[in-house]
Each structure stands twice: as structure tokens, then as C-alpha cells.
């Protein structure tokens, strides 16, 4: 079965860091825009970073920006999500998607149909 596979996630203190990976298994990840999301408890899923298939563009959350750092590896066929100075508003569960939708779209539009997801990894972000 064709999907993604997200890890790294886990407990980390205020203002530390962690790297979240999203492999394509069954599934080639550089002919699609890939987006990182996130959902805490009674929230509403927020679009944190995307990643465009065509020219490596990105999109940020304002509420990450200068903090996450997302990227791609084609040859290791996965997308990564670095995570600086996080905070206790960071804790979520994290999902990777993937789409040919373009980037901000696939961020921001609720809309938007994935042709792939993940089953997705917790982050806890508490002292």
C-alpha cells in the first residue's frame, strides 16, 4: 500500500529542537508538493510548511516562520521539518501530506484533495 511514514516526533522542553521525516513508501515524493500539517486536541488542522514539486519553493505559518525549516531529499525520497526554539503552542500531532496541488494552495485551502497521507507523530513541546 502506497503512503507516507512520518517520525521523529517525541517530548522535547520549551526552546528545543526536533527534525520530523516524512518518507514516501510506495510512493515518489518529488513529483509532489509536500506539506507538513499539524492538529491539537479541539483545534482545527493548521497547514504548517509546504514544499513545491516543481522548484523547491516553500510556504511557512506565520506562527513558524524563522523557527521550522522544511526540506527535501529526493534521493532518500523524504521531506523534512526541522523544528527550532519550539514551544508549548508547537504540541500537536503532525501529518505529512502529499498533493500536486501548488504550495501556498496546499497549505492554506481546506479544500484541497492529498493524494497521500500519513498516519501521523506526536509532539509534545513541555517542561
Known amino acids: 500500500q502506497s503512503q507516507l511514514v512520518e517520525s521523529g516526533g517525541g517530548l522535547v522542553q520549551p526552546g528545543g529542537s526536533l527534525r520530523l521525516s516524512c518518507a514516501g513508501s510506495g510512493v515518489t515524493l518529488d513529483y509532489y508538493t509536500i506539506g507538513w500539517f499539524r492538529q491539537a486536541p479541539g483545534k482545527e488542522r493548521e497547514g504548517v510548511s509546504c514544499i513545491s514539486r516543481l522548484d523547491g519553493s516553500t510556504y511557512y505559518a506565520d506562527s513558524v516562520k524563522g523557527r521550522f525549516t522544511i526540506s527535501r531529499d529526493n534521493t532518500k525520497n523524504t521531506v523534512y521539518l526541522q523544528m527550532n526554539s519550539l514551544k508549548t503552542a508547537d504540541t500537536a500531532v503532525y501529518y505529512c501530506?502529499?498533493?500536486?496541488?501548488?504550495?501556498?494552495?496546499?497549505?492554506?485551502?481546506?479544500?484541497?484533495?492529498?493524494?497521500?497521507g500519513g498516519q501521523g507523530t506526536q509532539v509534545t513541546v513541555s517542561s
Open positions: 501530506a502529499a498533493s500536486i496541488a501548488s504550495v501556498q494552495p496546499m497549505c492554506v485551502s481546506t479544500s484541497i484533495a492529498f493524494d497521500y
